[in-house]
């Protein structure tokens, strides 16, 4: 197959509608997971999210140790809906990863799967704190306080506003994004106060239109008082 042929082999399996994967797409995506192009590999890891059972997890365990961070990335990403004892202890580990991206979603799914098999809360805060502890980089420790909210620490809420102030876009993408997934009956208030007070303020497109949708999103959902 050629590069092109199996970006397209991923492609249509990601746009089916099909609920299981057959022992035919097995054998693909177990192929294309070792392939020499990292885009491929990184492709079957996005690729697997949908399908939860012990072949995906099998592949994905793999590639969240693969050489290439992209890959770690979205496999450890990927691994956060699959709510297993092996996967919580392997995400453990890979929030000490030596790339900033892999960390930071290591931290979330980690949190996400802990929650999901029944790990004591406050185990999984303490690891958190221990990794907020050490952590410098910005986009990590927002996925810190995202995971320390979902936990039930809602006080995290002004932890993960404070980041909108970093000068790296991609960061202030970062928390509209975590707004988006926290928002809720009880900070919708909050949340509409900081987006009117920081809208105007802001100047890079792909954060100004995020938060206009966030808006958007509060205004026809939320009864504004």
Avoid at 69 to 80: F, H, T
Avoid at 133 to 150: P, Q, R, T
Avoid at 214 to 225: A, P, Q, T, W
């Amino acid at each position: 197959m050629t590069y092109q042929e199996k970006m397209e082999a991923i492609i249509r399996i990601q746009k089916s509608d099909i609920e299981k994967l057959d022992e035919n797409l097995k054998t693909i995506l177990g192929l294309l997971s070792d392939d020499k192009e990292s885009t491929i590999r990184s492709g079957v890891a996005a690729t697997l999210i949908d399908f939860v059972d012990d072949f995906s997890k099998n592949i994905l365990m793999k590639l969240a140790n693969d050489k290439d961070y992209l890959v770690r990335v979205e496999a450890v990403d990927s691994l956060g809906y699959f709510h297993f004892q092996d996967v919580y202890k392997l995400l453990k580990k890979s929030i000490n990863d030596s790339h900033y991206l892999v960390r930071g979603y290591a931290i979330y799914s980690m949190t996400c799967v802990g929650i999901k098999i029944q790990i004591k809360h406050n185990l999984i805060i303490q690891i958190i704190n221990n990794s907020l502890e050490k952590e410098k980089n910005l986009f990590v420790k927002l996925s810190c306080y995202h995971s320390l909210y979902d936990l039930g620490h809602e006080k995290c809420f002004h932890n993960i506003i404070s980041i909108f102030k970093s000068k790296n876009y991609r960061n202030r993408c970062a928390v509209i994004n975590v707004l988006n997934h926290i928002l809720s009956n009880e900070n919708y208030l909050e949340m509409k106060k900081f987006l009117i007070k920081n809208i105007d303020k802001e100047s890079t497109n792909a954060v100004l239109s995020s938060m206009k949708n966030l808006l958007d999103r509060i205004e026809k959902n939320y009864v504004i008082i």
